[in-house]
């Protein structure tokens, strides 16, 4: 029994020695202890202690703001940090040698924050643990093997009311890294690209990429009622069209008490279309007024059945084709009533000095393209005339940029060099004129289609049908590449040659 006292008395004498030393070397510079990790194969050199003595010069923290940090032996006892006065006690009476409490240190001024934060040590030996007891704002300890001291003062500065410490994530403490200064930003070429591509997808809302057919059966459309709006001011003797048949179109005149002729956009053989504005919406509009012509009068009848059928089947227009919003009989002209739009893709194309479509518009139009051939398909109906001028843009403002290189050619005579290209904000399309378009069940014409874009099936005359319209994309975007037509050409004998050398 005596020999176990001794041994136990020992072991405490060396473990307080020990501590006491430790102290000594720490007390001249608190920098240095701060910055020297502790040498735990010195500190237990006689085997673990016993017993642990904790010594607190520390003032009391404030309430609920500090955190409790008990040390376990080998064994798995707890020394909670209340009866760290009654453990010194009872070592003090058992030893004879006493460590005398280390003298408090001036504490820090609340305003004046730490320079160096204290390195992290090294972990304590596997037969300790450290025990755990949260905070109030459940915020772990940063070192766990820190000096109980040394943790409550740190947590006395971080949780009390009385500091500006940083105590959210937009904070910057002082251990934080300076911002880095915002450079300005550049803007490249390739940048403005990619910017505008960016544009185009975000404008389209992806709705090109999901192509989503129409319910089947799908509505097909009988016949479109015309209703006729009568002139009080009309009369047989006022001479309104011209010797073929044509509106003749005086800016600022009425067309119906609901439209007002603002301007002429264009004229071809089936009629003009002319810029309007809508009296009762308040918005420009595009008119496309028929000649009065009868059989020119038969065809707008179709393509009006048409439309009606494009729309009954998509009414948010997600197939980008051109949509019908009313129609009349005025003065002797049908007039078809649609969304106002840009210029052709043939108008800017020529506008441009015939120079090709960036790489990345040109998959743009061919997506939007092969979507609104698809549904018309999915229709039954099959457009039969499609080409540059029949694909306008719902904005044509665009950006000019240097480009000084050789231009690409279909033909390997033709040798063109541009300087500047104007290049598409937006590369939105929408599909027009179907004046032309036949469902696939009701009669076929022998010849349909531009010559440029007119399939070989056609020219051989051997019959038609959906792939004609696919062979028509296929010669439009090789136009949009080179900027000039693949078969240029009216003779069907060199069309087909020139068909075979491709």
Request: proline share 7%; aromatic share 6%; hydrophobic share 35%.
């Amino acid at each position: 029994m005596a020999s176990a006292t001794l041994t136990a008395t020992a072991t405490s004498t060396s473990t307080a020695t020990t501590m006491a030393a430790s102290a000594d070397d720490a007390a001249p510079s608190r920098k240095r202890r701060r910055s020297r990790e502790p040498d735990w194969n010195t500190f237990y050199r006689n085997g673990l202690p016993k017993e642990i003595i904790v010594i607190d010069d520390t003032p009391e923290p404030e309430a609920n703001t500090g955190r409790k940090l008990t040390l376990a032996s080998a064994n798995g006892h707890h020394l909670p940090a209340k009866s760290a006065a009654a453990a010194h006690s009872s070592a003090r009476n058992a030893n004879p040698i006493t460590v005398a409490p280390r003298q408090p240190t001036k504490r820090r001024r609340r305003d004046v924050p730490a320079v160096v934060p204290p390195p992290a040590p090294a972990p304590p030996p596997p037969g300790y643990h450290v025990q755990y007891v949260g905070s109030h704002t459940n915020t772990p300890l940063q070192h766990a093997t820190t000096s109980t001291a040394s943790t409550l003062s740190s947590t006395d500065r971080t949780n009390s009311i009385h500091t500006t410490a940083p105590t959210s994530l937009s904070s910057h403490s002082q251990y934080d890294e300076p911002p880095a200064p915002l450079k300005r930003k550049r803007t490249t070429r390739q940048q403005a690209a990619n910017d505008a591509k960016r544009r185009d997808v975000d404008g389209l809302g992806g709705q090109l990429f999901t192509y989503k057919p129409p319910p089947l059966p799908p509505k097909k459309v009988s016949d479109v009622h015309v209703r006729v709006v009568h002139d009080q001011h009309y009369n047989k003797n006022s001479k309104v069209d011209d010797d073929d048949g044509h509106y003749i179109v005086v800016p600022d005149a009425e067309l119906t008490d609901k439209y007002k002729i603002s301007c002429l956009l264009g004229q071809g053989t089936f009629g003009k279309v002319v810029k309007a504005r809508d009296r009762k919406r308040n918005e420009a509009v595009a008119v496309k007024i028929i000649r009065s012509v009868q059989k020119y009068r038969d065809a707008s009848r179709i393509e009006l059945r048409v439309l009606a059928t494009l729309k009954a089947n998509d009414s948010e227009n997600r197939n980008r084709c051109i949509h019908l919003r009313d129609c009349f009989d005025y003065r002797g002209h049908i007039c078809i009533v649609m969304d106002l739009l840009g210029q052709s893709v043939f108008d800017f194309l020529k506008g441009n000095g015939f120079v090709p479509f960036p790489n990345s518009q040109i998959q743009n139009f061919a997506r939007q393209l092969f979507t609104s051939v698809a549904f018309l398909h999915d229709l039954n109906l099959i457009h039969t005339d499609l080409k540059p001028e029949n694909i306008l843009l719902a904005d044509d403002a665009y950006q000019t940029f240097t480009y000084n290189r050789k231009i690409p050619s279909s033909s390997n005579t033709i040798n063109r060099q541009a300087s500047q290209r104007r290049v598409l904000l937006n590369t939105e399309i929408r599909l027009i004129d179907f004046g032309s378009a036949t469902f696939q069940d009701e009669y076929h014409s022998s010849v349909v289609s531009t010559r440029h874009y007119r399939a070989p099936e056609i020219i051989l005359g051997l019959g038609w049908s959906f792939p004609c319209d696919i062979w028509s994309i296929g010669c439009i975007l090789v136009e949009f590449f080179t900027g000039d037509a693949l078969f240029q050409t009216h003779d069907n004998l060199e069309h087909l040659a020139m068909m075979e050398a491709v």
